[in-house]
Nanobody, 125 residues
Framework: QVELVESGGGSVQAGGSLRLSCALSGHTYSHFYWAWFRQAPGKGREGLAS????????DYADSVKGRFTISKDNAKNILYLQMSSLKPEDTAMYYC??????????????????WGQGTQVTVSS
């Protein structure tokens, strides 16, 4: 049973930083894609960044490129999202997800099978 548990969310002022973590357990895949998504109230789920466990390839949405960094600790099975220069529009529930999308670097929510419960990030101006 695959389980993903996010942590690290909270409230921060604009311009600040946060690091999110996602702990993985129960998987049996040798390689897979790990990704971060977010969903603001009244909006769809937005893909932010993905990373491939095989070669570490990382892909980013334009909205976060240069501000957010995805990384992983293979030994600990933990995924990270380092967020900097945060803006009020980054306020959302943040989710990590695991999948094996048909296209490398996919940030489509439908390409991911397993999801965490989410962690809230609130950025005030």
């Amino acid at each position: 049973q695959v389980e993903l548990v996010e942590s690290g969310g909270g409230s921060v002022q604009a311009g600040g930083s946060l690091r999110l973590s996602c702990a993985l357990s129960g998987h049996t895949y040798s390689h897979f894609y790990w990704a971060w998504f977010r969903q603001a109230p009244g909006k769809g789920r937005e893909g932010l960044a993905s990373i491939y466990t095989g070669d570490g390839r990382a892909d980013y949405a334009d909205s976060v490129k240069g501000r957010f960094t995805i990384s992983k600790d293979n030994a600990k099975n933990i995924l990270y999202l380092q967020m900097s220069s945060l803006k009020p529009e980054d306020t959302a529930m943040y989710y990590c997800a695991l999948g094996r999308p048909p296209l490398p670097g996919s940030l489509r929510a439908t390409d991911y099978n397993y999801w965490g419960q989410g962690t809230q990030v609130t950025v005030s101006s």
